[in-house]
């Protein structure tokens, strides 16, 4: 079965810095989808961007960025120029090739603060 | 574009209560459904999806079931709450690469 490890239960980063959330993940599989969610304190799950296992080149969507190592099994989120909207929690999810679409396996989360 | 609907967006039940939650989406046609539950200050856990009109996979076994009876509604239902049936409910369609798309959720408080 896969597993999702988020080791950071809360970050701190100061407005405007980078700031990188670790993720892990643990399959045996060789096609497999990554992702990771924002969930702000109003309760919704906003999709952030989206690494394929076979992807070559790092997945990037205006500021986030996801360093992808495949021989680690790690896929971090990567957040350049950190805003004040940024603080939430942010969840790091897998699914399978070959499962039902959908059928993600999440992390525990880390919240992220970001002071002015 | 595609939306997702759901309702209510919190409820308190009382132990023993039926419970009925609902969610519909529009803009797309014979979607994947899903329905998750989130514990206070922790993932996500999938409960049920569904492929189609009336068929639902049940991924955990608990003191919930959930229907389709329609292409883009799904329910989610309890003849009798659990005090441990509270937690956060998100449903949800699949679209592209199985990217999930979630509704605003439902706060179940089960006293």
């Known amino acids: 079965a896969q597993k999702i490890t988020q080791t950071q239960p809360g970050m701190f980063v100061q407005e405007k810095e980078a700031v990188t959330l670790d993720c892990t993940y643990d399959?045996?599989?060789?096609?497999?989808?990554l992702f990771w969610y924002k969930q702000p304190s109003s309760g919704e799950m906003i999709f952030l961007i989206y690494q394929g296992s076979y992807d070559e080149q790092n997945a990037t969507e205006g500021r986030y960025s996801l360093n992808f190592q495949k021989a680690r099994k790690s896929a971090n989120l990567v957040i350049s120029a950190s805003q004040l909207g940024d603080s939430a929690m942010y969840f790091c999810a897998m699914s399978l090739a070959g499962t039902s679409y959908g059928k993600l396996t999440f992390g525990q989360g880390t919240i992220l603060t970001v002071h002015p | 574009s595609q939306t997702i609907h759901q309702w209510p967006a919190t409820l308190v039940q009382p132990v023993g209560s039926p419970l009925s939650l609902e969610c519909t989406v529009e803009?797309?046609?014979?979607?994947?459904l899903y329905w998750y539950r989130q514990a206070a200050g922790r993932g996500l856990q999938l409960l049920f999806y569904?492929?189609?009109?009336?068929?639902i996979s049940s991924e955990v076994p608990q003191n919930l079931s959930a229907s389709r009876p329609q292409d883009r509604q799904f329910i989610l239902s309890s003849k009798k709450l659990l005090l441990s049936d509270s937690g956060f409910y998100l449903c949800?369609?699949?679209?592209?690469?199985?990217?999930?798309?979630f509704g605003s959720g439902t706060q179940l408080s089960v006293l």
């Open positions: 803009g797309t046609s014979n979607p994947n």
């Open positions: 569904s492929v189609g009109i009336g068929q």
């Open positions: 399959t045996s599989d060789q096609s497999y989808g």
């Open positions: 949800a369609w699949s679209g592209t690469l199985g990217t999930l798309f």
